[in-house]
């Protein structure tokens, strides 16, 4: 049996849908920025987003290099260890992150009279 179900509102194909796509989730942009400022191993990215599961970190992750946004490194040796560095489609992007994160606090004040 066909699925009755219609889309009400298309999914538009641009590159602002593919954004919010990729960005989507609530911890993605703060992992992209700490990974930009060299915090890459995944203890130390879930020691500074305490209000986040692991397992919600590691999923979240695991999209990003999906997107491509991040790549991966196991490092062999005594203790295995993993790293997160960006990829060139993830630093093209902080600029995006960092132009966002200004405007967000140039407004601050307004902002916070209105967002929940």
């Given at each position: 049996?066909?699925?009755?179900?219609?889309?009400?509102?298309?999914?538009?194909?641009?590159?602002?849908?593919?954004?919010r796509?990729?960005?989507?989730?609530?911890w993605?942009?703060?992992?992209?920025?700490?990974?930009?400022?060299?915090?890459?191993?995944?203890?130390?990215?879930?020691?500074?987003?305490?209000?986040?599961?692991?397992?919600?970190?590691?999923?979240?992750?695991?999209q990003?290099?999906?997107?491509?946004?991040?790549?991966?490194?196991?490092?062999?040796?005594?203790?295995?260890?993993?790293?997160?560095?960006?990829?060139?489609?993830?630093?093209?992007?902080?600029?995006?992150?960092?132009?966002?994160?200004?405007?967000?606090?140039?407004?601050?004040?307004?902002?916070?009279?209105?967002?929940?």
């Amino acid at each position: 049996m066909a699925n009755t179900y219609e889309r009400k509102i298309p999914l538009l194909d641009c590159g602002h849908e593919y954004i919010r796509k990729v960005l989507y989730g609530r911890w993605k942009i703060i992992l992209l920025i700490y990974i930009a400022d060299g915090i890459s191993r995944p203890g130390e990215l879930a020691r500074n987003i305490p209000q986040a599961s692991r397992r919600v970190l590691d999923s979240q992750l695991e999209q990003l290099l999906k997107h491509e946004l991040i790549s991966k490194m196991v490092f062999e040796g005594a203790v295995q260890h993993v790293e997160y560095q960006l990829t060139d489609l993830g630093k093209s992007l902080m600029l995006v992150i960092r132009i966002m994160g200004k405007w967000g606090n140039d407004h601050i004040e307004q902002l916070r009279k209105t967002v929940k």
